[in-house]
Structure formats: structure tokens, C-alpha cells
């Protein structure tokens, strides 16, 4: 299903009530969660919720869905750096029950296996908040990714690493490797956001659209689960047949 709004303030802020509606109707939660410039505005919305309505988080379990290999939580580019500045560093989180990836692990093997593990262990994801690359990525699952996936290292693309340089000093410094969920753990969460804004992911959601489900784009592996939500603004959107943003299946706001 997909939801259009006019701005990424209402992407934000659909989302964030989600995330919140979530932890409202079960308080154990485990969360699968998502970094890049896109959830920033949303992190910053769930934030806000939660302190104008406070919620008890100590029950809460979240899982990250990637992390860069080789950088160290300390370093400003990791995902775990990421994830403390915009949200867990505000939240009263229990520590023991926040998870990324290690992208530092010693034996990667055994890490990734551990990770899937763990997040089956506890029943699987309930909520899995994602973004998009502008190659069709969901977490670091490049095209060609086999949707039967699990947690494992891949190799990026130099697609990703140019955009992902942005956030980088020097193009160099971005890393070749890193940890992701695979596609089959992402697909075994009982509901998914896919959020999606800016007019540079027009081209990637309208060829999202018209894919069939198909390995050379990771997010159409979504077409197949039951309860995914397409979460754009009117930019994203603004490639997509005017009948669908029209259609009563998307609900414009
Ligand atoms: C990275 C992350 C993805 C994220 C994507 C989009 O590659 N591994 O999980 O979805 O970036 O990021 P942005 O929101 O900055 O466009």
C-alpha cells in the first residue's frame, strides 16, 4: 500500500505516530530500525511524541538493520554514532536491549549468524522501519541480494558509497564492507515502513512501481508481504502514474 503526503513533515510525523502506536499497543516491542538522512525528521518527530506523551521504553527491544564494517560506535559515521545522536541518546532506552550490527566483530560469520538469531529468538521484528538507495537497496541488500537472505557482509556498491560519500570528508574514507539484515529477516517482520522522500528517489519509486518482485531490486521483495506501507511525499511521488496517487489504495493527505 502506499501512503503520499505533501510533505516530509507529514512523512514524519504519520511515521513516528506509528512507531508510536506501536510501543502504545505493546510495550515489548522489538523494533527493526533504519538510519540515513531520511529518518532523521522522523526520529526527530518520535522524540518529540514521546515527550510530549512519555512512554515506559524499558521493555522495548530495537534492532538496527546495518552497520558500516570497520568503523568503531565512536566514529562520527557509524550507524551506532548515528543512532545515539538522533535518538538514543534522548530516550531512556534499556542498553542491553538496543542492537546493531558489530561492524568491528573479529569473527563476522559467527556475528551475523548471532544477530538473525537473536531477533527470532524474541519472536521475530514487529515493526521494521526502512529507507531506500537510490539503486533499490533496503538496509545494505544491494540489487542481486537473494531474498532468502539473512544477516551477512556485502560488498557495497560504488552506486551506494558515491551516495553515501555525502556524509564522509573524503570519499576515500567510505567504507567497502558492512553488516546488513538480510531480505528474508526483513520480510519475517509482521509490519514494514518503507519511507521514502526528496525528488532525488522519484526515479527509484517509479521503477519500484512497475517491478515485478524481482532480486535486482531488494525493495520490490516488499510486493510480497502482507502488511508493508510505501510511506512517500509528493516528491517521491512525483514519477508515479496519476491514476495510482489517485487511486483509492494510496491516500493522499
Ligand atoms: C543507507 C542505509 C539504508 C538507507 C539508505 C538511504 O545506504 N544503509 O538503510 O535506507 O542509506 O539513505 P537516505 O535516507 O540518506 O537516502
Redesign the pocket.
Known amino acids: 500500500m502506499y501512503k503520499i503526503f505533501k510533505t516530509v513533515d507529514e512523512v514524519a510525523q504519520y511515521t513516528a505516530q506509528r512507531l508510536l502506536d506501536k510501543i502504545q499497543t505493546k510495550p515489548e516491542a522489538v523494533l527493526g530500525l533504519?538510519?540515513?538522512?531520511?529518518?532523521?525528521p522522523v526520529y526527530a518527530q518520535l522524540e518529540k511524541g514521546l515527550r510530549q506523551h512519555p512512554m515506559d521504553l524499558s521493555r522495548l527491544t530495537t534492532f538496527n538493520?546495518?552497520e558500516y564494517i570497520g568503523l568503531a560506535p565512536s566514529h562520527p559515521q557509524s550507524?551506532r554514532y548515528y543512532m545515539d545522536q538522533h535518538l538514543f541518546d534522548k530516550l531512556s532506552l534499556a542498553q542491553e536491549r538496543v542492537h546493531l550490527p558489530d561492524g568491528m566483530a573479529e569473527d563476522r560469520a559467527d556475528a551475523c549468524r548471532a544477530y538473525s538469531a537473536a531477533i527470532q529468538a524474541l519472536g521475530g521484528l514487529d515493526l521494521q522501519l526502512?529507507?531506500?538507495?537510490?539503486n533499490g537497496?533496503?538496509?545494505?541488500n544491494e540489487p542481486q541480494t537473494s531474498f532468502a537472505s539473512r544477516t551477512h557482509v556485502v560488498e557495497?556498491s560504488e552506486q551506494?558509497r558515491i551516495?553515501?560519500g555525502r556524509?564522509f570528508a573524503d570519499q576515500r574514507e567510505v567504507p567497502t564492507h558492512?553488516i546488513?539484515l538480510g531480505i528474508q529477516d526483513i520480510l519475517e517482520a509482521k509490519d514494514i515502513l518503507l519511507?521514502i522522500?526528496?525528488r532525488?528517489?522519484a526515479d527509484i519509486v517509479a521503477q519500484l512501481y512497475h517491478s515485478g518482485v524481482d532480486e535486482a531490486l531488494p525493495a520490490s521483495a516488499l510486493k510480497q508481504h502482507h502488511n508493508a506501507t510505501i510511506v512517500l511525499d509528493s516528491e517521491a511521488a512525483a514519477l508515479l502514474p496519476r491514476q495510482e496517487v489517485f487511486n483509492p489504495k494510496a491516500s493522499v493527505v
Open positions: 533504519a538510519t540515513g538522512g531520511t529518518m532523521e538493520l546495518d550507524y526502512l529507507g531506500i538507495g537510490s537497496h533496503i538496509g545494505f557495497l551506494t551516495d553515501n556524509f558492512a546488513t519511507v522522500t526528496g532525488h528517489k
